[in-house]
Structures are given as C-alpha cells and as structure tokens.
C-alpha cells in the first residue's frame, strides 16, 4: 500500500481521497491496496455532555463538528463509496495530552492559543504518520490546502501557500519537519475551493454540499471559555475564582474580573469598565492578575518575540530578512524584518504597527509564497 | 477496479480468526432457518395452522437447546441475545428478591453485558463485589465464597472469558451457592458450541447464550431458567415464553439458534480437537518465530479455539489494520470495547499495564478455519509484526525486552 489519506467527513479530504483512488486504476492483482482511508478519533463529544446542549440533536450528540459520530459516518460513506479500505484510529489520549491540555493551559495563563498548528505538529503529521507507516503506508496525504515542493539542490523540502488565496492553510503547517514534509502529500494545493467542490459533486461524493465547519473541532458550542470550564470541571482543576483587576494603560483601576481566561487581546465586549470611548483588552499580565485596556489605537504594536520557531528555510542564529509575517490565520499579513535568535526564538519587527498581536497566537514568516517558518508569539516588545 | 476495491470485493482469501466476535452461520443453520422467513412466517401465538407451523419450529428448537445444555425444554427462554439474556438474568432475580438481600458477587473479567448491568445495579443501591483474577485469568472459588454476605442474593460468573478463553470453575462455584441457598448465573456466551455444557453438572440456576457465537443468527439467544427460579421480567407485553419474556417469537432466529445447538452436540467431540490443534499450531508458530511475544492466561483451563498474546514493541491497533489490509481478521480485546479509549479490563485485571493490553492480539478460530489459513498467517504475521516495530519509537533496545 502507498498511501494513507486521512479522512474527516469534510469536503476537502473526501475529495483528496477520490482523487487519490482514481489514480489506482491498475488491474488489483490480490496484493494490498494502494489508498487507505483513516479517521483519527480524537475526542469524544460526549464527554463533556454540558456543552452539548444547544447543539445536541434527538440522540444527545454534537452534529457537524469533527470527531463527532456523523463524520465518522460521513468519511466511511465515502470510503465506502469509494470502495477503499477505511478504518478509524483512536489518537484521544495523544491529542488530549497534545494539543486539548496546553490549549486550556495556555488560556489559564493568559494567553490566546490557537490548537490547530499543534495538533498538525503533534498529532497528524506525528502520530497519524507513524501509524499510517505501521500499516504499511509509505505516505499520508491529507485535505491541506498548501503545496510541497522538493528543491533537488539543497535536498530539502519546501513549503508553499494553496493556490487558492482564501483558504491559506500552509499558516497551520509552519511546525513540520524536513522528515514530515517529505512523507506527505497535499493533493488540493493546486486547486481552489470551488474546483474542489466541483470535483466532489462530478464524482458524486455524498458530502459534495457538505457545509464548512469553522471551529475549533473538540469545541462543540463554539466557545472556548464554556469548553475550558467544563473541561477544568472534569478534571478538578477549576481553579478558585481569584478576583482580578481592569486597568487602564496608566495603571487606574477601573472595574473587577474573574479570571484572565475569559479575556484575549483585541476583545471589545464584556470588560464590566467603561470610560466614555470604547475599550479594548491591550494585555493580559498574568503575574498580577491584570487585563490591561486602552483604545483603539493602543493595540497597535510593532515588535514581539516568538518562541519554539520552526525554520523550514534554515537559518542561522543573528541571521535576518526581510519576510511577510501573519499573526493570525485571518491577518492578511505584513512586511516585517525577523531576526533568528538562539534556543529557538525570534523577534520580529513590522514595518509599519500591526493590531493585537496577541500571545498564543502563531507568527508565520513567509517569502512570497512560500513558507520560511513560524513559531508562537510570546512577549510584545 | 482499483485495488482497494479488490479487498471489498473480497477477490483476496481472506482469512478469519475472529470468531469469539461472532461467527459465520453454518450452511445447515441457514438451510434451516430459510423456511420459516417465507412460507411458514406465521406467529407462533396463532391457533391457525401458519400459527401452528411457526409454533413447532421454535418448539423443535427449545429441545434442541435444552439437549445442548442438559436442560428441560420448558426451562429455555429465548432472547434477543446474549446481552439481553445477561440483563434478564441479573435484573430478574435481583429485581424478585426480598428486600434484605441487596448484594450480588460477580467478577472483575465478565463481559460488558454483565459488568454495565452490575454497575448499574449499584447507581441503584445494591451493592456488588467483583471478585479480583490472578494472572491465570481464572478466578479463584475461595475468593468468591469469600465475598458472599448473609444479604447475598446472586453470584454471576462467566463461563469462558471472551478475551483469554480461560474457563471458570464453574461447578465449583455452583457447589457453594448451592450450599449458602444463593443463585447463580452463568454467562455461556463464549463456551457454548466449544465446551460441553450440563447444567446440572455446572450447578447454575440461569445460563445465558447466544447463537451468532456458534455458527448460528444474529439477534437471538437464550437464557436457561431452573424450574422454579422467580425473575421479574424486564419489559412488558404479551404472554410469549410462559410469561417470561414479551414480544412475537423470533421464530426464524429462534429456529437458527436450535439448528446451530444441535450441530454443537454433533460436532463437539470432533470439531473441539479439530479447533485446538490449529490454535495450537498458530500459537506455537508465532512464538518460536516472533520474538517478544507472550502468552495470557491459564493454557490448561481455556476454550480450544482462543489464543491471546502480547507482542512486544506493538501497536495493537495497528497491527489488526494492518493484518486485515493483507486479509487476516483478528482482533485486539473484543469487539465491544473496540474504538475505546481504555485498554482492556480483562487485560488489566490479570496483571497488564495498560500499554502491554494494548499490544496483546486475540485470535480465535472456528469450525471453517483450515490448516492452510494457519500456514498462510504464519507466512504472513513476522513480516507485519517486524513492519510495525520498525516504526515504534521503543524497538531499539531489545535487550531490555520485559523491563519496560
């Protein structure tokens, strides 16, 4: 067998496998097939029953979101359909250990993370590629929208953005190894959305109108602060409600919190302080238990730190360029210059102040098209 | 055709060895059960004459099942299955009991059917004692005359263990809930049609089985009930099986399950020593030709059919995918705790960290499994063992194979 495609239920990677299995049209000869769908189980929906409420159908289980019992059902109506072997592999505890527990950590010391580059890091392209090799597969391909290119002089493997500008998913895959890169495949980044669909609906792929799911996927009802209480709950470390304070940016005192995870950088809404003009969360100290707020135009920052970075383009420490920086999977990204520091750090430096570059959240350095690295934003300068 | 769709087309031989999951259905089983889905589909509470055939075929089958059992005919009630059965039993002779007597000793490796039931009895106050295993996977009927309380009113115990295929002392337990005027139950499911079974010998007062477990249908077993056993039934409804369990006889499974008990008493002898040499000779090839591999459970008190085995160095889950993409069935614990996120119970009662049950690899054969599939897996299973420790991060220090 050659390759291993991991399968959501989604449009995208149902696709991936269709095209996948058409390729394999060779007469079978008995041997082992050459495309293997696989599920990764990743969280149990039903775990945290409190959150399933406003999304809980007759049967009492979360609908449309990974990981729930109807995609399971969905990848396998397509394997089926497909007529490829399909099995589902149970990663919860690797992802809870890998991506669910720093997630709610993360927020608990008041940062604003973003688990989907970890679990890419940690889970699909580690622990996912390691069974698919298991079982034979030498490859995984999978429903990214990004492309990898092999540079045949530096023996080293490249990563590029889609070619469809909208759903630029290359900004999740900053973490991958060389080792990663070269084991897998991303068969709709040559494509865009729209050609993906029309693909699924000429092969008639029963999830061809099959809506988009926007959350993170083990968060049912779309909040994450229902998700970390509840899950804080289960396992006996809802911390005690330590009463905090919001300040303004010149240190007065304007109004109390209960609890630095129910804030992140950028929020508007819900700070219990006004002073006439509209405030916004500018920081979050942990130290002292603080939401720092101030207007608008406080938010706007220039240089930060990034911690654990990935080069994919290596580079050296005290080596710098000149790179287009995304600080957010929606920020559509600006010229910066980064600098590459020792034990894995960086500091960037926009050319021109960026809103809310938010600790948690991934810096992605780009060269055009082109994937030079990332790491996580650490400290504002 | 591509070459996945070879696989589900079943163009490769594929191989079988998973049969304490379920089993293929005997092609005698299904010559007889075919009439009664068509000309004789009566309901067998009818005074007619279509009323009257259907009676007859599950009337046949009730002494088909009471001779597999040394039971009487009037004894057998038929079930959805096994876990209805467990349920019924369980349920029924707790939910009849006085009032004082609120304790049921079970053990640590039964079967979901049963452990869900008896954890759900203590949500509703009856207390439960599961009675702890050695690494034999056998349990110990000093162990269990010790959990008895003057409040006991019921000791379930499984026959053979669906995991290991370690065969409990039954018919010792039975001699002392027979002394302390207790019930006792067994569950049969994965000894009946492998081992003989005679209540009377075993001393049990319910005994459940199921039929798709020896070559029978799907949806239908049976729960021996001793004259004179009070049970309170779990659902209601009609008059079906003397007022023991509602709802229009199944009498096509019904008849399945009566076919599949009659093969059992015919074949036994045969088919017992037949079945044991290849799962001897499977087990023997695998461990003198894969390293790391150890055995569970007691190997003089199991089922002829089942072997389980830790291999070391392994993703058990991967393995089954694995073996089955080369068309080897086989399985890791059973099939109803597969896709969870815990390792076995079983496993882990006799001893297993959880990362060795997680390795551990149960293969179980039957009555249309040959010495050439035994050959053919042996062909087969240290290449994929050896493709999966490659890939495992542990596999580079054999020396300290056991110390992990």
């Not at chain 1, 990204?333 to 948690?360: D, W």
């Not at chain 1, 082109?370 to 400290?379: A, F, L, P, R, Y």
């Not at chain 2, 070879?6 to 293929?24: E, H």
Request: hydrophobic letters at 40%; aromatic letters at 6%.
């Amino acid at each position: 067998m050659s390759i291993a495609v991991a399968m959501s239920g989604g449009v995208d990677s149902s696709t991936v496998a269709a095209l996948l299995a058409g390729n394999n049209s060779a007469i079978a000869s008995g041997s082992a097939p050459e495309v293997v769908g696989l599920t990764m189980q990743l969280w149990n929906q039903r775990r945290l029953p409190q959150l399933l409420g406003a999304e809980a159908g007759e049967g009492g289980h979360a609908s449309g979101r990974c990981c729930s019992l109807d995609d399971v059902y969905d990848a396998r109506a397509v394997a089926s359909f497909l007529n490829i072997p399909y099995y589902v592999i149970n990663l919860e505890e690797q992802f809870e250990t890998a991506v669910v527990r720093p997630f709610v950590d993360a927020y608990l010391a008041g940062e604003t993370p973003i688990p989907c580059s970890r679990c890419n890091t940690e889970i699909k392209f580690a622990q996912f590629l390691t069974t698919a090799r298991q079982i034979g597969a030498e490859r995984i391909a999978t429903g990214h929208y990004a492309r990898i290119r092999r540079d045949a002089q530096r023996g080293r493997y490249r990563l590029l953005r889609g070619v469809d500008r909208t759903k630029d998913q290359a900004y999740f895959l900053f973490g991958l190894t060389q080792e990663q890169l070269a084991h897998s495949e991303f068969p709709l980044g040559e494509m865009t959305k729209q050609e993906v669909r029309a693909v699924a609906r000429a092969r008639g792929l029963p999830v061809a109108e099959k809506p988009e799911s926007q959350e993170i996927c083990f968060v049912p009802t779309g909040s994450y602060r229902q998700f970390i209480d509840a899950y804080l709950g289960e396992q006996q470390r809802r911390p005690e409600p330590v009463a905090g304070e919001v300040v303004s940016t010149d240190g007065r005192v304007l109004a109390g919190h209960t609890g630095i995870q129910n804030f992140t950088v950028g929020q508007r809404k819900g700070l219990g302080a006004a002073t006439g003009a509209p405030l916004y969360v500018i920081s979050i100290d942990p130290a002292k238990n603080r939401v720092v707020v101030g207007d608008d135009c406080e938010l706007f920052r220039r240089i930060f730190r990034v911690r654990d970075v990935n080069w994919i383009r290596p580079h050296s420490p005290g080596e710098s360029m000149e790179a287009h920086v995304k600080i957010r999977h929606n920020h559509p990204g600006a010229a910066a210059r980064v600098e590459a520091h020792e034990a894995g750090e960086a500091v960037v430096e926009f050319h021109e102040p960026q809103r809310a570059i938010t600790p948690g959240q991934a810096a992605v350095f780009y060269d055009g098209d082109e994937v030079i690295g990332g790491g996580w934003i650490s400290k504002i300068l | 055709m591509h070459p996945g769709g070879a696989v589900l087309q079943g163009k490769m031989n594929r191989i079988y060895f998973d049969n304490n999951a379920t089993t293929p259905l005997a092609p005698e089983v299904f010559d007889a059960m075919c009439p009664y889905m068509v000309e004789d589909f009566g309901n067998a509470s009818s005074i007619h004459w279509y009323g009257q055939r259907a009676k007859a075929g599950a009337e046949k089958a009730r002494e088909q099942v009471a001779k597999l059992l040394n039971a009487r005919p009037s004894e057998i009630v038929f079930t959805s299955g096994g876990t209805e059965s467990d349920n019924a039993a369980i349920l029924g002779i707790v939910g009849a009991a006085r009032a004082d007597r609120r304790h049921v000793v079970t053990t640590a490796i039964e079967h979901p059917a049963v452990l869900s039931t008896a954890k759900a009895l203590e949500r509703h106050g009856i207390s439960v004692t599961f009675v702890r295993v050695g690494s034999s996977g056998v349990v110990d009927p000093a162990d269990v005359a010790a959990a008895i309380r003057p409040e006991t009113v019921l000791i379930s115990v499984m026959h053979a263990n669906n995991e290991l295929g370690t065969i409990q002392p039954l018919e010792h337990i039975g001699q002392i809930a027979r002394e302390r005027d207790i019930y006792f139950h067994a569950d049969a499911v994965q000894s009946a049609g492998k081992i003989p079974l005679d209540v009377q010998k075993l001393g049990v007062d319910l005994l459940s089985l199921s039929a798709h477990k020896l070559n029978g249908p799907k949806g239908v077993g049976a729960l021996y009930v001793r004259k004179g056993t009070i049970l309170r039934t779990l659902m209601h409804g009609g008059h079906h099986e003397r007022d023991r369990r509602p709802g229009t006889e199944n009498v096509a499974g019904i008849v399945g399950l009566g076919a599949a008990a009659d093969a059992a008493v015919g074949n036994l002898a045969d088919e017992s020593g037949r079945v044991a040499g290849l799962r001897d000779k499977l087990e023997a090839g695998i461990l003198t030709h894969v390293p790391y591999v150890a055995m569970n459970g007691d190997r003089a008190h199991r089922v002829p059919n089942t072997t389980n085995l830790t291999f070391g160095y392994l993703e058990g889950e991967g393995f089954v995918i694995a073996m089955d993409l080369r068309g080897i069935a086989c399985s890791t614990g059973s099939a109803c705790s597969s896709g969870s996120l815990e390792p076995s119970h079983v496993l882990t009662a006799i001893g297993l960290r959880p990362e060795q049950a997680r390795a551990s690899i149960r293969f179980s054969l039957g009555r249309f499994n040959t010495s050439e599939e035994v050959d053919a897996t042996l062909q087969i299973l240290p290449a994929v063992v050896e493709q999966l420790r490659a890939v495992s991060p542990h596999y580079h220090a054999p020396t300290t194979a056991g110390k992990r």
